[in-house]
Nanobody, 125 residues
Framework: QVQLVQSGGGLVQAGGSLRLSCVAS????????MGWFRQAPGKEREFVSA???????IYAASIENRFTLSRDNLESTLYLQMDSLKPEDTAVYYC???????????????????WGQGTQVTVSS
């Protein structure tokens, strides 16, 4: 069983930046493929970004060139640097993990086995 503990998030003005962190309890964090999803009020959960165990990253079109995903395998931590934030980025953000050795990062929530507790990101206009 893997536990994912998220931190970061909060309230920021449009154009500002935030960084989300997700610490995994896994001993072999480097073998995990990770992802970020978000869910806005009244909307379905949507894919944000993912990185597989090889370090390959993918991004949703809506956040590409504004968000940067990275991982620190020594610290068992996943990061999501969010710049140029917009009000439409407001949502609860979730990190997710899977042990699958996929060559391509997963963009579908059902492909992940473990989830963080969620963290609120609010962007004011």
């Amino acid at each position: 069983q893997v536990q994912l503990v998220q931190s970061g998030g909060g309230l920021v003005q449009a154009g500002g930046s935030l960084r989300l962190s997700c610490v995994a309890s896994a001993r072999t964090f480097s073998a995990y493929s990770m992802g970020w999803f978000r869910q806005a009020p009244g909307k379905e959960r949507e894919f944000v970004s993912a990185i597989n165990w090889l370090g390959k990253t993918i991004y949703a079109a809506s956040i590409e060139n504004r968000f940067t995903l990275s991982r620190d395998n020594l610290e068992s931590t996943l990061y999501l640097q969010m710049d140029s934030l917009k009000p439409e980025d407001t949502a609860v953000y979730y990190c997710a993990a899977t042990t699958s050795d996929t060559p391509v990062p997963f963009s579908t929530g059902s492909q992940y086995d473990y989830w963080g507790q969620g963290t609120q990101v609010t962007v004011s206009s």
